[in-house]
């Protein structure tokens, strides 16, 4: 990917990750545009970044997302690069009854809003150089967490999502990206101060690195051997993942 030059809109860039990849692009002289349904942690990034500029989404709802891909297409014509970055994660009981409303709110946030904000920008996208669509997904997309069970699915969904469209637009100029975190310092399970967890600004530092080559997938040290599990032998380091996981955040 360009690392410059661009003008880029971001899901979910009012924390975390979202908004580490917002102010590192920023930094590189790229317009960007960041999007969130908290007005006020928008509010506080902007006041930060001079002349970044930001979006009230509900990546949930279809108008919401219609609504912002046509205001983006009018405001910024140039738009090339969209990053799929809003999502939510919480633990759930997949061993008992899963409460609906986190099922539904999770898999409308992680999979049907990337989904949809890539399908309303695709065809302006198609006609810019140097286009690219991105989706953070995770490493829980190959070692799923069973606490969070539902989480690590949509993940799953997201990266054979990416694979699909990649193929389907091969023949375009349009470049598909995933970028698949390891566990880091977020808002997501309260992760800010977790020890284990990789510090966010290394996380940015590392990605950016890997942004600016030619790879698909941006997958830091950290997160190279659950990418590599994937295959016939997988269940040993799923299983004994899950039992660390168990002992941190608590389940069945």
Do not use: C
Request: zero cysteines.
């Amino acid at each position: 990917m360009k690392l410059t030059g661009n003008t880029i809109f971001i899901t979910g860039g009012g924390s975390g990750i979202g908004r580490g990849l917002a102010e590192a692009l920023h930094k590189r002289g790229n317009k960007v545009i960041i999007a969130g349904r908290r007005r006020s942690h928008l509010n506080a990034v902007i006041a930060a970044n001079p002349g970044m500029e930001a979006v009230e989404l509900d990546i949930t709802d279809p108008a919401s997302i219609d609504r912002v891909a046509t205001q983006l297409i009018a405001d910024h014509p140039e738009l090339n690069v969209l990053i799929n970055n809003a999502g939510i994660m919480y633990p759930d009981t997949l061993a008992g009854k899963i409460d609906d409303a986190l099922l539904t709110s999770t898999m409308s946030t992680n999979v049907l809003g990337p989904i949809r904000m890539t399908s309303a920008l695709i065809e302006h996208l198609k006609s810019k150089k140097n286009a690219v669509v991105a989706y953070t997904s995770s490493v829980l997309a190959f070692v799923p967490m069973a606490v969070t069970g539902i989480y690590s699915a949509t993940k799953a969904a997201i990266h054979s999502y990416v694979l699909s469209q990649r193929f389907m637009l091969r023949n375009t100029g349009v470049r598909v990206l995933e970028i698949a975190p390891p566990w880091v310092r977020t808002e997501l399970m309260n992760s800010q101060e977790a020890e284990q967890a990789m510090p966010l600004d290394q996380f940015i530092a590392e990605t950016m690195a890997i942004l600016g080559t030619d790879a698909n997938e941006i997958v830091v040290d950290a997160a190279k051997e659950f990418r590599g599990n994937v295959g016939p032998n997988e269940h040993a380091l799923v299983n004994g993942f899950n039992e660390q996981a168990l002992a941190l955040f608590g389940g069945a």
